[in-house]
T-cell receptor
Framework: NAGVTQTPKFQVLKTGQSMTLQCAQDMNHEYMSWYRQDPGMGLRLIHYSVGAGITDQGEVPNGYNVSRSTTEDFPLRLLSAAPSQTSVYFC?????????????FGPGTRLTVL | KNEVEQSPQNLTAQEGEFITINCSYSVGISALHWLQQHPGGGIVSLFMLSSGKKKHGRLIATINIQEKHSSLHITASHPRDSAVYICAALTGNQFYFGTGTSLTVIP
């Protein structure tokens, strides 16, 4: 099992550019989520999904879109990057329907917006 | 206002010491998650608990639902325990995270 994978590991964007952060898991987890981590703040939930075709907003969804067409993949789209979106982004997954168990995290993507 | 508070923010200990990290939350929760973030940035799950106590090796996690408080204990601390420890409260389908406790264990 590869667990939770994220690409790219690092990315530099210019203001206004768009891009997609990729996240995939091979554990057949229903629940997938995206977080951002900023200095001095805890991880904050951007969007989450409890299954294919189902997504919902978290604490800080503005400027980001998600979709969940398969159980395995949960991409995060930045529509028009802004310097305030400079952060480290983590994707995570867990089982959901049977019982709530701990989340497995991807290695993170460090994004800088100039 | 963060609904999950951790203390202390920073902690330095001598190798072998018993360490306690505290987590308080203001929301009703269904479970509490303890995580470890390595110096390289990777995040690993330690425990998820909704009542009582869990133990894994030198790590012990406890939770008191009535008092809305959880603790993570490390017995016989070691320099390899140096990391940031994060608690997260599960409410509905969302986790709310504390800002973390940075632990340094000195040989």
């Amino acid at each position: 099992n590869a667990g939770v994978t994220q690409t790219p590991k690092f990315q530099v964007l210019k203001t206004g550019q768009s891009m997609t952060l990729q996240c995939a898991q091979d554990m057949n987890h229903e629940y997938m989520s995206w977080y951002r981590q900023d200095p001095g703040m805890g991880l904050r939930l951007i969007h989450y999904s409890v299954g294919a075709g189902i997504t919902d907003q978290g604490e800080v969804p503005n400027g980001y879109n998600v979709s969940r067409s398969t159980t395995e993949d949960f991409p995060l789209r930045l529509l028009s990057a802004a310097p305030s979106q400079t952060s480290v982004y983590f994707c995570a997954s867990s089982l959901y329907r049977v019982t709530r168990v701990e989340q497995f995290f991807g290695p993170g993507t460090r994004l800088t917006v100039l | 206002k963060n609904e999950v508070e951790q203390s202390p923010q920073n902690l330095t200990a001598q190798e072998g010491e018993f360490i306690t990290i505290n987590c308080s939350y203001s929301v009703g929760i269904s479970a509490l998650h303890w995580l470890q973030q390595h110096p390289g940035g990777g995040i690993v799950s330690l425990f998820m608990l909704s009542s009582g106590k869990k133990k894994h090796g030198r790590l012990i996690a406890t939770i008191n639902i009535q008092e809305k408080h959880s603790s993570l204990h490390i017995t016989a601390s070691h320099p390899r325990d140096s990391a940031v420890y994060i608690c997260a409260a599960l409410t509905g389908n969302q986790f709310y995270f504390g800002t973390g406790t940075s632990l340094t264990v000195i040989p």
